[in-house]
């Protein structure tokens, strides 16, 4: 494989430079229709799973030696997907419990961690994708999931504390 690029770093570089092309442009290609931000959201999910497998290994090269270059050549697949996400908080319809840009990271990371679980031989589809990435965005998990941590027992000792294993 090194035969046709110089370095370990120009392989990456082309790779990573492919996937983000294939990103954008189901990326666009879903944004164009001008639909609600949820809907948007699940079809370019359903859309992006064929790649997610293919290009997984992106997101954490993001975090190695060559994130600075990978989070350059994602810049515009973050900024879309922020921008989404803004358009969904903006409606009422996805939490505002996190900025947009980071909501729509850790949504779009669960994705990808679906599809490195389904290597392992768990028949994961496209559907678990969208539904898990779509209930870390959503408005009404937000409110649900609060309220649940307001209550006084949340807060209380429990069976599983330190206090009341004798």
């Known amino acids: 494989m090194y035969g046709h690029f110089?370095?370990?770093?120009?392989?990456?570089?082309?790779?990573?430079?492919?996937?983000?092309?294939?990103?954008?442009?189901?990326?666009?290609?879903?944004?164009?229709?001008?639909?609600?931000?949820?809907?948007?959201?699940?079809?370019?999910?359903?859309?992006?799973?064929?790649?997610?497998?293919?290009?997984?290994?992106l997101?954490?090269?993001?975090?190695?030696?060559?994130?600075?270059?990978?989070?350059a050549l994602l810049g515009p697949v973050d900024a879309t997907?922020?921008?989404?996400?803004r358009k969904g908080q903006d409606s009422g319809v996805f939490g505002r419990h996190l900025p947009a840009r980071v909501l729509s990271q850790v949504a779009y990371a669960a994705v990808f961690a679906i599809a490195d679980n389904s290597l392992s031989g768990e028949s994961l589809s496209a559907g678990a994708a969208t539904t898990t990435s779509l209930l870390i965005l959503l408005f009404f998990i937000y409110w649900s999931v609060r309220s649940l941590l307001a209550r006084e027992m949340w807060c209380a000792p429990t069976a599983w504390s330190s206090d009341s294993r004798a």
Do not use: C, K, M, N
């Open 6 to 57: 110089s370095t370990r770093t120009d392989l990456v570089r082309t790779l990573a430079g492919r996937a983000v092309d294939e990103i954008v442009a189901v990326l666009d290609e879903v944004s164009a229709s001008g639909g609600a931000a949820e809907t948007v959201w699940a079809e370019f999910i359903a859309r992006l799973w064929p790649l997610a497998h293919r290009y997984r290994v």
């Open 59 to 71: 997101l954490g090269l993001r975090r190695g030696e060559y994130g600075e270059e990978i989070h």
């Open 81 to 85: 997907l922020a921008d989404l996400v």
